[in-house]
């Protein structure tokens, strides 16, 4: 066990009896860098020599994101892509991939993958659009929410039984399942040609409408920054003091101060960025929009679920060797249901975001579901979570999904004519492989198995 | 990912008459005492070693089919279920018309599944091959443009296979000499030539329907063209002959030089029963299916799926190349301390699928007739049903258990459901969940069947 289990040791079996003092390079790349570490400069060195073994965590889509902002930002024409209003559209337009890639993670992290994300998530966007429609069910708004994702719980559950107790691949029972969804998305649509909307003018409808196209006014998104920044940093700091009062493992104090200057300053950004008006001189537009505390949310509760909770603690166990995690008493089946189920319900969330920042419209166009699973997938592995389990955050998730949304919409703002729509596919396909053979050569550098 | 797991530790491959029937008994079944328990023991064994007589094979081949090792048996039975409930439903469903119609909409999916099986069976998946078809479908359409390149037939149709194929050797390099998974791989595969068909559309409508120009008469003829009906005939009669005396004189030599060989009395019934299906097929197509006019013989693409389905055949189990697919897909340790070179044969497997895709794409430009950037969403719904026909079919997901025979009644279960449920009217997102629990129940069937089967999890 190491204090995160969102990062796998890479070591060989056993690493962690081995003599520390034998050879302390390749004893150090195995361990957090927090075991080790009594300063700010050892835990640097620590870190660096991680990231040199290959646990380099989200470091190569933090710089993937960096260069492709900067590279956009130098061929754009008026150099726009950097424009507040740009990057606002980018988040709203990245935020299916983000919320859809962390579904898929919790399923990856299991080894498993599920192909159904997209079809299911559109299934839950529809399923709540229908149930807030005012001739119609009007449900209000929380019910309707709520019933979509427990409907997409129980399709995943479903699908996860199927795998878990029949041990069909995971590949083959969500293929079925995305085929199956597919079909009947349309049918709960309505048919072929059908379309459901919610109107910004209904109060009721318009909480959902305001979910990625709401805006926060300028003032109160300051004061929530500094509540959240406030929060966060207090539990932060408290959290690290309590470890180091009982002698656990913590990091130096210095770096703890770091992280809680780096969120302010993310936070400070963010909510800047979001406060210029990118209105027309006529209208105001202004204000971070409500879909990012939205993900941050999503972000927060699959952290929590995956780094602080025993399910999250099996679920990494399992990815990273089934056999051991059964014999250690964990119920590989309920596990693997629970996982698939959350991995749907959390889509279906994915799904009425979606519907959202397309103005609060559903119809067959609205989105290919075979082209979001495998957004979904590719900005999973993009951010850094690995196809063969045990490897991965939710953050990598959020970060790959920025990535696909940034190249997406900077390929579009290119006047490249005819050769804008096939870049689109092009772009992603090859950051894609990309990213899959740094896993798989960073992987290699450990010396541990990259494949059964 | 864990299947990978579980085919390793299934037990070793002991080499069978047959590559494409895996014995499923324990390591070291062959070693063992064949008079200790007869039941069991003729249950891993091919029938063709043990039967002398038609009697003693049939009882071997249910033991067989009892213990898991069906072979074509589900899917046949699933295609007669389907043809008998169809015809209660509409009595149009096996109307000569309908028929010819019904194997013409499924030869893509079928040349699809045969291309999906080279991967499946090295226990890899290839999720490219529909966009590999769309990609041969667009080189050979655009190559053929009198405005454009204006190439002859041949040479369009050669390019395009060479294209495909170097596609297929990319995705393969990338998963076997870089160890790359070959679901991601071809999943980025997928996303890239997306672009490249859409670049090499260019937004406009290609058309290789004008009757003008024979090189586009050409490509419309593969999949529109057909016999006459005498030639019909006389084909038939050719191949039947030529198939049946090499059946034969196999069989026959094979007795001579005393290895086991299935009685006489099964490989005449073998050739009996191709008969009959030869001239039930060409009696069907020969029928005037017009409502004016005259349409009539068997069409070119029956020819098409037959001549790909005989060449997969020999390829995978006449030659070496065919037997290291099977040993990599039951067991990649074993078959590479035995020497074979799993780089080698796993990247050929890969160029094999996507020149297979490539194929389909031949037909399908020529059943499209003209192609716009709508086929792409076609293609991605075609990859599924590719994968879906070849484990309809029988082919096994684990890989190293399948035979291309699959892939084809396979895609003539999906074609038939299509077909029927389109007859009577069902909505295109009905078919899908039909479609989707055929899979689901395909799948079931592999999975419990292996684990019915002795010595296996």
């Not at chain 1, 990815?319 to 698939?340: C, D, K, Q, T, Y």
Request: hydrophobic content about 55%.
């Amino acid at each position: 066990m190491t204090a995160d289990p969102g990062e796998t040791p890479t070591g060989p079996p056993g690493a962690g009896m081995v003599d520390l003092t034998a050879d302390p390079e390749a004893a150090a790349a195995d361990i957090p860098p927090a075991l080790v570490a009594q300063s700010l400069g050892q835990y640097l060195r620590a870190w660096w020599l991680r990231v040199r073994g290959g646990n380099s965590g989200v470091l190569p889509v933090v710089l993937a994101i960096v260069v492709v902002a900067i590279t956009f930002q130098i061929v754009t024409p008026e150099h726009a892509f950097l424009r507040p209003s740009n990057l606002v559209y980018i988040f709203g337009l990245s935020t299916v991939y983000m919320v859809l890639a962390m579904a898929e993670t919790v399923v990856l992290l299991l080894a498993e993958v599920d192909l159904s994300v997209g079809a299911v998530a559109l299934i839950g966007g529809v399923i709540a659009f229908k149930l807030v429609q005012q001739p119609g069910p009007d449900w209000p708004w929380w019910a309707a929410v709520l019933a979509a994702l427990v409907c997409c719980g129980l399709i995943g559950a479903l699908q996860g039984m199927l795998t878990a107790w029949l041990r069909i691949p995971s590949f083959v029972v969500t293929l079925a399942g995305f085929l199956l969804f597919s079909g009947i998305l349309i049918i709960v649509l309505g048919g072929a040609d059908a379309s459901v909307n919610v109107s910004s003018s209904v109060p009721n409808q318009r909480v959902i409408y305001d979910m990625v196209q709401g805006l926060i006014v300028p003032v109160a998104g300051w004061v929530a920054l500094a509540v959240v920044v406030g929060a966060a940093g207090t539990a932060l700091w408290l959290r690290a003091a309590a470890r180091r009062r009982q002698g656990l493992a913590a990091p130096p104090v210095s770096l703890t101060a770091i992280r809680i200057a780096l969120v302010a300053l993310v936070g400070v950004a963010v909510v800047m960025i979001c406060t210029v008006n990118r209105g027309t001189s006529l209208v105001t537009v202004e204000g971070v929009p409500w879909v990012i505390p939205i993900v941050l949310v999503v972000l927060g509760a699959w952290t929590l679920v995956l780094q602080r909770t025993r399910f999250g603690r099996y679920v990494y166990a399992i990815g990273g060797n089934p056999e051991a995690a059964r014999r250690a008493g964990v119920s590989l089946a309920a596990i693997r249901i629970w996982a698939f189920a959350l991995c749907s319900a959390t889509a279906g969330l994915g799904g009425i975001l979606l519907g959202s920042f397309f103005y609060g419209e559903y119809s067959t166009n609205t989105a290919d579901p075979g082209q979001l699973v495998l957004y979904a997938i590719a900005a999973a592995v993009i951010g850094g979570v690995s196809l063969f389990g045990g490897r991965g955050k939710a953050i990598h998730g959020v970060l790959g999904g920025l990535l696909i949304g940034g190249i997406a919409y900077g390929v579009s703002l290119l006047n490249l004519g005819e050769l804008a729509t096939p870049l689109e596919y092009i772009l992603p396909g090859g950051v894609l492989l990309a990213a899959v053979l740094v896993d798989v050569l960073s992987r290699r550098g450990t010396g541990s198995v990259t494949r059964v | 990912m864990s299947d990978h797991a579980r085919r390793t530790s299934d037990g070793e491959v002991p080499v069978t008459a047959d590559p494409g029937e895996t014995p499923t008994g324990p390591a070291g079944a062959s070693m063992v005492d064949l008079t200790a328990d007869p039941e069991a023991a003729a249950a891993d064994i091919p029938p063709a070693l043990v039967a002398q007589s038609l009697g003693q094979y049939l009882r071997a081949w249910w033991l067989r089919v009892r213990s898991g090792n069906s072979g074509v048996l589900p899917v046949v039975l699933a295609i007669v279920v389907v043809a008998i409930s169809f015809q209660i439903a509409n009595p149009k469903f096996l109307s000569a018309q309908n028929l010819v119609n019904l194997f013409e909409q499924s030869t893509v999916y079928m040349v699809l599944a045969m291309a999906e099986i080279f991967a499946l069976l090295l226990g890899e998946i290839d999720l490219s091959v529909g966009l590999v078809m769309v990609l041969g479908s667009v080189v050979v359409a655009e190559l053929v443009q009198p405005s454009g390149p204006d190439w002859p037939w041949w040479a369009a149709i050669i390019v395009a296979l060479l294209a495909c194929s170097a596609v297929g050797a990319i995705q393969g390099s990338l998963v076997a000499r870089l160890k790359m998974p070959s679901f991601i791989v071809t999943l980025g595969g997928l996303l890239i030539l997306e672009g490249v068909a859409i670049l090499v559309l260019g937004g406009t409508l290609v058309g290789i329907g004008n009757s003008r120009f024979t090189n586009e008469v050409v490509l419309y003829d593969i999949f529109w063209g057909r016999f006459d009906p005498v030639v019909g005939w006389i084909l038939l009669a050719v191949l039947v002959g030529a198939a049946g005396t090499g059946l034969w004189l196999r069989d026959a030599s094979r007795r001579r030089h005393g290895l086991e060989t299935p009685p006489r009395s099964l490989t005449a019934m073998k050739i009996v029963l191709m008969t009959v299906a030869g001239i039930a097929v060409v009696a069907i197509c020969n029928v005037n299916r017009a409502h004016f006019g005259t349409i009539e013989g068997v069409p070119y693409i029956i020819a098409i799926v037959l001549v790909v389905l005989a060449a997969s055949t020999v390829l995978l189990q006449r030659t070496r190349f065919g037997r290291y697919v099977y040993a990599i897909g039951g067991n990649p340790e074993a078959a590479r301390r035995a020497g074979v070179s799993l780089p080698a044969v796993r990247t050929w497997g890969f160029v094999l699928a996507s020149l297979t895709s490539g194929i389909a794409g031949l037909l399908f430009a020529s059943w499209q007739v003209s192609l716009t950037t709508n086929i792409i969403k076609t293609a991605n719904s075609y990859v599924l049903l590719a994968v879906a026909a070849a484990v309809i079919g029988g082919t096994s997901l684990f890989g190293g258990r399948g035979k291309t025979i699959h892939g084809v009644l396979g895609g003539l279960v999906i074609g038939g459901i299509y077909n029927g449920l389109y007859l009577l009217g069902v909505s295109s997102q009905w078919i899908d969940v039909v479609v989707a629990a055929v899979l689901l129940a395909a799948a079931i069937i592999d999975v419990l069947s292996r684990r019915g089967a002795p010595g296996q999890r």
